[in-house]
């Protein structure tokens, strides 16, 4: 039997169990709606600062804000103080999160030093706190993002699950790899199977899954659902591909046409959410994970990532498009 089936976290249940994972300036609403339509069952928002919301900040007030094409979605808020992260946590289920999602696996120092992200790990009383200010302020579930381990020498998911359980958690995502690793390294599935074999809660596994057959390991070790970050840049079908080939159907083959055409739609998008210039901008942060693996593409996205306005970039991917044919 597959693995791929609808995830129920407490009330809420998606109709899959494949997630995009959160990435600052990476999974915004535009990119959301895209994961969506490529068949992540749940996408979650970019992290918002719990301290910046209680000041009234309009980016991060605006980065709450839920596109009605754009359920299920989980809003990631980080922070160190419990009252902070109940008003945010209840801010995020006034503008229609379906889930709210406590950070706790960040290793940026700004972040850290604030108190808030991995540093939390080594406080689990702290922890333990801010999770129950979160569930007792919103009738939405309530979920933990955190890692496996700090550093190399001792491993915390077996207990940063239970914690989360035990603090009235619907679910616990595990990135598995150490904070000190940040972002690269195999991903250590053992010890996320360790947890997922300690609570009843559901686990969901993260890390390194850029396909079905990592995917599929996840699964095998218990995990209720897996969580795709970098794996989804450029390739926002992921999802469908990975649930095909569980499912025993060939994925539908993405050629290097659709995925600029994908790619122009998002800048489009991005251009219509921000205002032209900064869509623009921002859409040029991922042109790696899209303009490749064709004769010309660094030499096109030299070029895209020089362009200011929509129409120039309209144009060039027109003629790259025409080029490929
Ligand atoms: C650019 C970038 C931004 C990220 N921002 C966040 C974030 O805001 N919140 C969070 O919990 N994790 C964040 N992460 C971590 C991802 O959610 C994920 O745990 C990590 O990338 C591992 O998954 P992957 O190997 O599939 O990419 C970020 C990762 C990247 C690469």
Not at 109 to 125: F, P
Request: with cysteine; glycine share 10%; charged share 20%.
């Amino acid at each position: 039997m597959s693995a791929v089936r609808p995830l129920t976290i407490g009330s809420f249940t998606a109709p899959n169990n494949l997630l995009l994972a959160p990435m600052a300036g990476i999974t915004d609403s535009p990119f959301r709606v895209l994961c969506l339509k490529g068949g992540a069952g749940i996408v979650c928002a970019e992290m918002v600062s719990a301290h910046a919301l209680h000041y009234g900040n309009e980016k991060s007030g605006r980065m709450l804000q839920v596109n009605p094409k754009e359920h299920p979605v989980s809003m990631q808020i980080f922070g160190a103080d419990e009252p902070t992260i109940a008003e945010a946590a209840r801010l995020a289920e006034q503008q229609g999160a379906d889930i709210v999602d406590l950070n706790a696996g960040c290793p940026v120092k700004k972040i850290n030093k604030a108190g808030a992200g991995c540093v939390l790990m080594k406080d689990e009383a702290k922890l333990g706190r801010l999770i129950e200010a979160a569930v007792k302020s919103v009738k939405i579930p309530v979920t933990l993002k955190t890692r496996i381990a700090l550093n190399h020498k001792e491993f915390l998911a077996v207990r940063l699950a239970k914690l989360a359980e035990q603090a009235g958690a619907s679910a616990i995502t595990l990135h598995a790899r150490a904070a000190v690793d940040v972002h690269s390294g195999p991903p250590n599935i053992e010890a996320v199977g360790e947890a997922c074999a300690a609570v009843k809660i559901p686990v969901i596994g993260n890390g390194g899954i850029v396909n079905a057959a990592v995917a599929q390991q996840f699964f095998q070790a218990g995990c209720a659902g897996i969580m795709i970050g970098r794996g989804a840049v450029g390739n926002p079908f992921i999802f469908r591909d990975i649930i095909d080939v569980l499912e025993g159907r060939e994925p539908a083959s993405q050629t290097t046409q659709n995925r600029l055409m994908i790619y122009l739609e998002l800048i489009r998008e991005n251009a219509a959410y921000y205002g032209e210039r900064i869509g623009v901008n921002r859409s040029r942060k991922t042109a790696g994970g899209w303009i490749k693996d064709f004769p010309n593409a660094a030499e096109v996205r030299g070029r895209f990532v020089r362009l200011e306005t929509l129409a120039e970039i309209e144009a060039l991917f027109s003629q790259t498009l025409a080029r490929l044919q």
